[in-house]
Every structure is written in C-alpha cells, then in structure tokens.
C-alpha cells in the first residue's frame, strides 16, 4: 500500500515555508532553536496553515501530526558568527531604511534609507539580499544570517517580495531596489542559513534601530 504523500509546513525555522518531503523539512529544522513545524495531508491545508499562527494548529490532531514544541532558546544558542539584520519604518507606509551588523559586536557592516513611503516588511526583505549578496562576494556562503521577521524570510524562498504597495513616483527608489533584489535572486543560490531570531526568548536583534 502507498504512503500517502503529506506536506510539511515550517513557520519557524532556516527558511520558512512548505516543504513536499520530511528530508527537506528536517533541514529546516534541525539544530533551530524553538523551531516550529507540522505536517498536513493536503497542498491546499498546508498553505491555509502558513498563513496562519503555528499555536492555532499545534494541538489539531484531525489530518495532520504535531511535533512537540521545544523549550524556550536561551541566549547561548545564539551563533555569534553571524549578520543581524532589521529594518525600520515610520509609519505604513513610511520613511523606511534598513541595515545589517555583526551579531556578536553590532559593528554595521552596511545601511540604506531612508526611502519614502515604504514598508518594514519590504525592508526586512531588502535587508536580507543586501546580507547574502556581500556575503556572496565575501566568500562566506555558509555564515547564518538572522532576521526577526517570518514574512520577509518567506519571500526570500518565494524569490520574490510580495508586498501590495502600490508603485509610485516617491517610492520609486525602493522598487527599483525590489527589482534588483529578485533578479539576484532569480540568478543566485540562496546557500546561507537565515534563521529566525527569537525576540521574546533573546531581546531584540542585535541591528534593531532602537525606536521601539
């Protein structure tokens, strides 16, 4: 008898997303802290759950089977060779910027913006191509990359910022970085890890602006 074919869904982990085989979930998931992950018997289940909460799911057990959640991370988890990056929006839209550090020290290592009328997810997402093309060039194609935010790691498996701002003449700036970041996308294999940083366990990221 056929194993019936089930798809996982990974909230948090490297890079979220929905995954077609329990292999390349498991990669997703293995050595994450806190990560968050569960199995649905159809497509259509998985990709109603990704938009959704994890907490909503967990304790679901019709059609689907829930790992159990794992202990809060604690700070040593943290990789300290690594890039933290973040953004920064006032307003939605908004004067946006974004930039990256050292996680371990908070040196920057770059910084964009502001730009009008922006978004932070559009930030969040521009941030982390900015962080895997200098690495690319740097030569450290394996060195993680940690963001706070789930939605800007879903559009970078997607290959694609899935914003609805709509174009105009003052954000023009913004879209054409958008554009550039998807052609490298497009054209470039995403081989750093990104992995969510887990504000409610660690504090803010280390490239956090410090507006809150």
Known sequence: MATKKKYYVVWEGHTPGIYDTWDAAKRQVDGYA???YKSF????????????????????TAGASAPSSKPAASRASIIRESV????????????????GVVTATGQEL????????GTNNIGEFLAIVHALAMLQKQGKPNLPIYSDSRNAQIWIKAKKCRTKL??????????DLIDRAEKWLAVNKVTNPIIKWETDAWGEIPADFGRK
């Open 84 to 99: 933290s990056v973040d953004a920064a929006c006032s307003g939605n839209p908004g004067p946006m910027e974004y930039r």
């Open 166 to 175: 709509e174009r105009t003449g003052r954000n023009e700036p913004i879209f």
């Open 41 to 60: 018997e159809s497509r259509s289940e998985a990709e109603k759950a990704l938009k959704g909460n994890y907490w909503s799911y967990v304790n679901k």
């Open 110 to 117: 770059f910084r964009m913006g502001p730009f009008p009328d």
């Open 34 to 36: 806190q990560a968050k």
